[in-house]
């Protein structure tokens, strides 16, 4: 699984972007988020309001109940507003 890191979460977790075997007991973008939380401290300040964090699967919305697999390419990132 390929994770990518957008704006602030890519400063407080020290990287943009990383490949990872998809955790044992993860199978929704919601228990990603919950596994990456108690990754590390960086992860945990980063993740430590997950309902503004916004997630793509595979470069497209997903809700926290989306399902994620090995092969995905799954990007975090925070709202964003426009004009």
């Keep these: 699984m390929r994770l990518r890191y957008f704006a602030w979460l890519r400063e407080r977790v020290g990287r943009?972007?990383?490949?990872?075997?998809l955790p044992d007991g993860v199978a929704t973008l919601g228990e990603l988020v919950e596994w990456l939380r108690r990754r590390?401290?960086?992860f945990a300040e980063a993740f430590a309001v997950p309902e503004i964090i916004r997630?793509?699967?595979n470069?497209?919305?997903?809700?926290?109940?989306?399902?994620?697999?090995d092969a995905d390419?799954?990007?975090f990132f925070p709202p964003v507003t426009g004009g």
């Design 59 to 69: 470069q497209e919305f997903a809700q926290i109940d989306t399902r994620v697999r």
């Design 73 to 75: 390419e799954v990007a």
């Design 55 to 57: 997630g793509a699967v």
């Design 40 to 42: 590390d401290d960086r």
């Design 16 to 21: 943009s972007d990383e490949e990872i075997a």
